[in-house]
């Protein structure tokens, strides 16, 4: 059983977080219950609380993103994908290009150790690039803290264009969640929710528990099989998981150990969110697409947070999650034979 402090210390970690929110969604933020967690759980976790969101609370969590996003998206991101099929590969091929440069100089000019720098640059599948960089060499724990930086800076910045680019903020952070009167559909939900994550995690899929149910619930939706509907209250419960999840990873620990490379590590997320930014305002010349939607479509990860922003807003979803989804394959597939190509050219130039 947790004892009394953590017990304490979480009950405070959820005060903060609603104060967070609050203060946020009277500022009209959009998900504004992801961002006051995350802000809130990276202060309690560097202050040294070691508070932790279990694995199975988190893979929920996903989940439950997953449902909200087919019903937001339904079937249309086939479509889109068919449409705007060479774009939305250019889109994903640049944004990948990008982070791998950035890898790549970090790397050459020893920000930090080996090819750490490299698995950390990687635009998306934060938990699976740490677990592969461990097996290939790297240091698990600056590759996590980079993921993570490079996650909450994506948060933060999408957040930001995503209320200034907004004609009309809304204010619900459930936006797009749909009418969760009817009990047969939030128990339908529930399940294709249930479901979808279990095959696909089985079946080794990347981000399976977020994957998973966004595909069987669009194709349940979009047939008129399955009508997805979810309490507020639970994707409240979902977006602040998510938001403690990531926070939380931010340790004094960490912190210390990665001091001399953090000017580093945030001048290269930073140069990677704006060099993408670049992109999407070029995209915006290109297709007749917004230019929040392409801010949202090219932001370098992660796939669940970026999900939230976007139904939580205008943006058009299914072209964002298209290419968010794309991408996070792409990038699980080429993620190590990336690193290991700046790795050994590297080394081959200092060899003497």
Avoid at 52 to 78: D, E, Y
Avoid at 176 to 181: L, V, Y
């Amino acid at each position: 059983m947790p004892s009394l402090r953590t017990i304490g210390l979480w009950l405070a970690l959820v005060a903060a977080s609603a104060l967070i929110a609050y203060g946020l969604t009277v500022a009209r933020f959009p998900a504004a219950l992801l961002l006051g967690p995350m802000i809130a759980a990276i202060a309690f976790g560097v202050g040294g609380s070691h508070l932790n969101v279990p694995r199975s609370g988190f893979l929920a969590a996903q989940a439950m993103i997953g449902c909200l996003v087919a019903h937001a998206v339904t079937g249309q991101i086939a479509q889109t994908l068919y449409e705007d099929g060479f774009v939305i590969v250019a889109v994903v091929l640049v944004t990948v290009a990008f982070s791998g440069l950035v890898g790549w100089v970090l790397t050459r000019l020893r920000v930090l150790p080996g090819t750490t720098a490299a698995w950390g640059s990687s635009p998306g599948g934060a938990s699976a690039m740490v677990a592969m960089a461990e097996d290939f060499g790297a240091d698990p724990r600056l590759v996590a803290f980079m993921q993570y930086v490079r996650v909450a800076a994506v948060v933060f910045s999408a957040s930001l264009a995503a209320r200034f680019l907004m004609h009309d903020a809304p204010l619900g952070a459930a936006a797009g969640a749909g009418d969760a009167s009817e009990l047969s559909s939030v128990a339908a939900t529930l399940l294709v929710a249930a479901v979808g994550a279990f095959v696909a995690l089985k079946l080794k899929v990347p981000a399976g528990a977020q994957i998973g149910p966004m595909v069987l619930g669009s194709v349940l939706h979009a047939t008129g099989l399955v009508r997805m509907a979810l309490p507020v209250t639970i994707l409240e419960l979902a977006y602040a998981c998510i938001g403690w999840y990531v926070g939380l990873r931010f340790t004094r620990e960490t912190l210390r150990m990665t001091f001399t490379a953090l000017p580093g590590i945030l001048v290269a997320t930073f140069t990677v969110i704006l060099l993408c930014a670049g992109w999407a305002f070029l995209l915006t010349l290109i297709l007749p697409i917004d230019l929040l939607t392409a801010v949202l479509a090219t932001s370098p990860g992660g796939l669940d947070s970026v999900a939230i922003i976007a139904v939580g807003s205008q943006a058009d979803v299914s072209f964002v999650l298209a290419v968010q989804t794309l991408r996070l394959f792409v990038v699980l597939l080429t993620g190590p034979l990336l690193a290991k190509w700046i790795s050994r050219s590297v080394n081959e130039d200092a060899a003497p």
